[in-house]
DNA sequence: TTGTACGCGTTATCAC
DNA sequence: GTGATAACGCGTACAA
């Protein structure tokens, strides 16, 4: 079965320091009925052995890996990338390590991962993933996994949700534009890009509705270079509006197509990004955007989850809410 | 030991479907000695009951769990989520999960991580961290691990390495730029930034002592806010120079700082990026950069990973040579 | 084709 | 304080 031998196993450490593999099994653990003269004896027979204990056995033999997946539809946006970056702060400390589940926006992949996580035998579960619905999370809950919701309201036995309060914000900004602005309103639309900008979607037609105002929605490709090339199109017969982007990068791409068509920002072509990240500060001219720190909303999600795990009291529902910040893409 | 007994094994599926276990375990690894008909009928009540195999008890007994460990100093630069995404992108095709083990740019931490990266059983681990040093790596080469290492010269058994090339293009960048151009030209210095851009800085100053030139070197810090605050202190003062940053958003900084400054990029102040990513081509003014796609060096590493474990034939060692873009943060 | 029995490395419950 | 020993869930020779 294995050709190579070579991992050091307890048993070699017992025998090697003439004690039984319980007795090391405690020094381990840092069990304290253990005489200080073998634990010591132990402790360098451990050193000269190179032993460290193996998680899989560990795991095996006390249900609980130190592992926590963490399911995401990509890791390559910035803010994604952020969220992460709060997540392993969190999980560091905790001794915790994450695994990786990536959708790549596929709801099949997406289920594929949801039967990956129940096998890898994770202790819990944080799901920042659009492609997942409910079902799916009633599922790896229905197999008792603690999970952290992020941006879904699940409510079930160990499970957790984090919410985004971007309606509000945007409604709030559209309606204070109708009373200052004229231009016309644009909502840039993505295929695959989950619940939260289709409920942002809406709440930006709703408000349009209410108010009995026109508005225009552009279906846009995933990418800078795709959307700055459409935009440098349109932007031939279309010389002002105000156009609401998913995250940064997008956004720059309208604005770069703007200015680049000779046309003013944020006089002529005003344009808001809705995840903003530290870019929105970074690209000139400054991003107008709705602000939401996605490493506090990582470490949040990974509190919760620890939480969760230690059967701590808590708030099983904790909402994020966005806050619109005013930079120099808008006007108002 | 385990007060809560749910989760279903392969012993219920056995019993269930009135065969043993063996049977089922052939039936889950699509062993194709087995009748249609068990197969069938064993496949049935595994769907009945929910069975999902145990990776823990599994990685045991196979002695191998389709983990690799990926080590990185932060999950928040984008350069490195970009090269988590070509990671991902190429471990889901082969069937791997990514354990994610962070330094925190932290000498202590990186030692942990070799610890846990032991411990927690991967099949093999990417080292993408200037805190490790030789002497690590062979630590946890020395336990049978398949490594690649990614920015840092190895030579061992299943070891594969991935060398960055960036030397050579930044010192043809300067000299090119000697002959054409007339700015002083500066270094930022990161702390903690580790050995890369050490080499690279060594390149820089070995490059003007080659060709008589004086330079100056900045320290700086890691963030985008403080450099920017910095250099508009800087700019008060100076008002030329040719500076190379780490990465696009220090670059940005400068960059930004000397617009805001009444400066002109690039007449008065030049900018080079050294790690550059899309935002290279994003911000305005465009910045120059040395280009290696991270994405794709990721999927190679994950690729040399898998040929690795899976004993191919494969040169142990690849380079990528970066490639200097010319945007518009410098004049040639 | 199917079943038995053992091993994977560890923890935990007993005794002593 | 310490040592057997039975789990943990699964793979796999070997036997049937």
């Known amino acids: 079965m294995k050709n190579i031998k070579d991992r050091v196993t307890i048993y070699e450490v017992a025998k090697a320091s003439g004690v039984s593999l319980a007795t090391v099994s405690r020094v381990i653990n840092n069990n304290d009925n253990v005489t200080e003269t073998t634990r010591i004896k132990v ?57 990786l589940f990536v959708t790549n926006h596929s709801k099949d992949d997406a289920l594929q991962m949801v039967e990956k996580v129940i096998t890898s035998h994770v202790d819990g579960a944080i799901i920042f993933d659009d492609e997942l619905d409910v079902e799916e999370v009633n599922k790896l809950s229905s197999y008792k996994i603690p999970l952290v919701v992020i941006n879904n309201n699940v409510i079930a036995e160990r499970v957790a949700c984090i919410n985004f309060g971007y309606e509000h914000a945007i409604r709030s900004v559209i309606n204070s534009y109708f009373e200052k602005g004229d231009k016309k309103m644009y909502f840039l639309h993505l295929h695959h890009s989950g619940r939260l900008l289709q409920r942002i979607e809406k709440a930006f037609v709703d408000t349009h509705v209410e108010a009995m105002r026109g508005y225009g929605i552009y279906s846009i490709e995933d990418s800078y270079r795709q959307t700055y090339s459409d935009f440098m199109e349109i932007f031939k017969s279309t010389h002002s509006g105000y156009f609401l982007a998913h995250r940064d990068s997008l956004a720059a791409a309208v604005l770069n197509a703007a ?40 470490a949040k999600a990974m509190q919760m989850m620890t939480d969760l795990l230690g059967e701590i009291e808590m708030q099983h529902v904790h909402k994020f809410e966005s806050t619109f910040v005013k930079r120099d893409s808008t006007q108002y």
């Open 259 to 298: 200015i680049d068509s000779g046309l003013r920002v944020p006089q002529d072509v005003e344009v808001l990004s809705i995840i903003g990240t530290k870019y929105a500060s970074i690209l000139r001219p400054h991003i107008s955007s709705l602000h939401i720190d996605l490493k506090e909303v990582g």
């Open 43 to 99: 402790q360098e027979t451990i050193r000269r052995l190179g032993y460290k204990p193996s998680a899989l056995a560990r795991g095996l033999a006390t249900n609980r890996t130190t592992n926590i997946g963490i399911v995401i539809p990509n890791a390559n946006y910035v803010y994604i990338a952020n969220m992460l970056n709060g997540m392993t702060d969190e999980a560091k400390d905790k001794g915790y390590q994450l695994t």
